[in-house]
């Protein structure tokens, strides 16, 4: 793994974050915000920031994607990947230590610059999409429309890797699927869904179109 590209990606997930602190947030009406550190202990359980409705609390994983400059009809969710060490360890969407209770997608319309050499800013970011997710009501979808869950990937996981090698591979009946992801450094093995799908799933809270000057529920 290169340090300065872990490094990058790092700040521009911090760009965000502030882009969601100053535009979006605030205009939510909730309770008890908290946004936790970064290397802090709720970051490593897969909660960058909490608060409170009137009926329930959620623990927020925000999942920013930056690498195109223009808002995408697609979200993975990561199944394993590689360490800094190169071992394959378990991704953050099955992962039984992360805490987190809801996703944060977020797709980004912004400058057309390259990410891993130009530094982000928040000037940078025109609009964000995102969509809050129920994690456990993901989970249960893929269990129920396509037998997926933990215990499948684990049992299954190399054969997984192995049929997408040279290219993704579809689920049954669907337009998502398995892709195994070997250009990018820690060489992730993703479900990648189109945003259409999760929407479908029962499984998103609420969808926003965040601006500079307010919020759109879409």
Known sequence: ??????????????????????????LLGINNFLRYGNKSKEQFEGVDVYFETENQRYLVDEKG????????????LELSYLNAS????EGW???TNKK???????????????????????????????MLVDRKK???YLQSKYSINRNYISNNHNAILM??????????????????????????????????EYVESSAVVVRYM?????IERL
């Open 65 to 76: 994607y930056l690498t195109r400059p223009t808002i995408q009809n697609t979200f993975v």
């Open 210 to 214: 965040v601006y500079k000057n307010g």
């Open 163 to 196: 049929a997408t090698e040279s290219k993704p591979v579809y689920l049954e009946n669907s337009k998502s699927k398995y892709n195994y992801s070997k250009k990018l450094r820690e060489q992730p093995l993703n479900i990648v869904m189109p945003k259409e």
């Open 100 to 130: 987190t209770t809801h996703y944060l997608m977020c797709w980004a319309d912004r400058d057309d610059i390259n990410i891993y050499k130009d530094q982000l800013t928040i000037d940078h970011i025109h609009r964000v999409e995102l």
């Open 1 to 26: 793994m290169n340090k300065n590209t872990f490094n990058r990606d790092l700040s521009n997930e911090e760009v965000l974050g502030e882009f969601l602190n100053r535009y979006f947030y605030p």
């Open 138 to 140: 993901l989970q249960d």
């Open 93 to 95: 969407f099955y992962d």
């Open 86 to 89: 190169g071992e394959r360890k």
